[in-house]
């Protein structure tokens, strides 16, 4: 408030009295001796701006939605250092924002009261979801859960619920309790669950580290019997992934040894492949130069000279020994196929000289012989008498008994 506006407020008498006008009377509001009338007014118009920085103060607070009842007795306050301010300045002015601000506590206690009313169902709401989050958890069936995802998710909850309770709106005794309850028994259960679930998995753990134990001490056994104990080793593999988990910390150290000892035997066999190789390929040389000596017998035709060779053959060809595994096949096809034409030729030999065959092809002819005589005389008949159809008749059948007649011959 400026100098001249001061003046307009206020005057000061020739003792010092300051005097502010309020209506159309004025009051005293103090005395400031010994001092121009400039001066003492502008001490009362700071004290002026002082209250009414209190009133502004006291509007931007209820704008902001301060607490109706903070508003209300701030309200009062002023009100009360209003009734007797010893101020220079439009008292009336003030009195009248202060009015306003007390008209608005009202309904700004009831905006707030509404507000807090759904702050707290909105609160109540929160706690309830977050406790049946934590009683779906609790629901899991215990053999089919997840429990360090669950375990995570429930401190989540957890953490939620803290973090609502420190921050968000106070919840009535009664019904707080009511869903803490629930919340710590759902906690309880699922705690439940776990420890009987990592009770039985480290019971499950402790047989099959001891099962795990026992195969690895038998596949350490088998070393002795070298590539021989392979077969036995396989099953022991077999066995061992039935026999369960038995925690990390066993399970690699376990299978380390249990891989050592296979290593073992099939090193053995590794060994052993080699050293057949090496005599074996001598033995395939040998018989693969046997099979270019024989091989000439597939176009030998005297079944006498092909068995008498074959068999020098053969005995020279088991003498040989085996051969590597991957040219086994190929050489005894090629063995095999010398074989059967050697066998072939014999069969043939037997078929044409089988005494029982001969005279059953003998009785056939004579039986054809006498079935052409008779369809011959058949078909002289036919031709004599014209009949086209017993004329057809007759020729067919007499010439399927002739090559019937020539392949006996």
Do not use: C
Not at 332 to 338: K, L, S, T, V
């Amino acid at each position: 408030m400026g100098p001249d506006e001061a003046t307009s407020w206020g005057r000061v008498d020739e003792t010092g009295t300051v005097y502010v006008r309020y209506g159309d009377d004025e009051r005293a509001v103090g005395e400031y001796p010994d001092a121009a009338p400039e001066e003492a007014l502008a001490y009362y118009a700071r004290k002026y701006a002082d209250l009414e920085g209190q009133v502004r103060i006291a509007e931007q607070r209820a704008q902001r939605g301060a607490s109706a009842s903070d508003i209300g007795r701030t309200v009062e306050h002023l009100r009360t250092a209003l009734a007797d301010a010893r101020v220079v300045g439009d008292i009336q002015a003030l009195e009248r924002r202060v009015d306003v601000l007390g008209e608005q506590v009202g309904s700004l206690g009831r905006e707030q009261a509404e507000q807090a009313e759904q702050a707290l169902t909105d609160a109540l709401a929160y706690r309830r979801g977050l406790v049946e989050e934590a009683e779906a958890l609790a629901a899991v069936d215990p053999a089919r859960a997840q429990w360090k995802q669950i375990t995570t998710q429930l401190d989540d909850v957890f953490a939620r619920w803290q973090r609502h309770q420190h921050d968000g709106p106070r919840i009535p005794k009664n019904e707080g309790n009511e869903l803490w309850k629930r919340f710590r028994t759902a906690r309880s259960t699922v705690d439940q669950h776990r420890r009987a679930f990592y009770a039985d998995l480290d019971a499950q753990h402790r047989e099959a580290r001891s099962r795990k134990q026992e195969l690895v001490d038998q596949a350490e056994a088998l070393a002795t019997r070298g590539s021989d104990g392979i077969p036995a080793y396989r099953q022991l593999l077999e066995d061992w992934k039935h026999a369960g988990r038995a925690g990390k910390r066993y399970d690699d150290a376990l299978w380390s040894r249990f891989k050592a000892a296979g290593d073992v035997l099939f090193a053995q066999k590794h060994d052993e492949v080699a050293r057949e190789s090496e005599e074996y390929t001598a033995n395939l040389d040998a018989k693969l130069a046997l099979l270019t000596e024989a091989e000439p017998l597939l176009q030998e035709t005297d079944r006498v000279a092909a068995r008498r060779r074959l068999t020098d053959i053969q005995r020279r060809w088991d003498e040989i020994g085996r051969v590597p595994r991957d040219r086994v096949r190929s050489v005894e096809d090629r063995m095999r196929a010398i074989e059967s034409h050697v066998r072939g030729l014999e069969d043939e030999h037997w078929r044409e000289s089988d005494p029982e065959r001969k005279a059953r092809s003998a009785g056939l002819a004579s039986q054809l012989e006498d079935a052409i005589g008779k369809l011959q005389a058949e078909l002289n008949d036919a031709e004599a008498s014209g009949d086209t159809a017993r004329i057809k008749a007759a020729q067919e059948a007499l010439d399927a008994r002739r090559i019937w007649l020539d392949a006996l011959g």
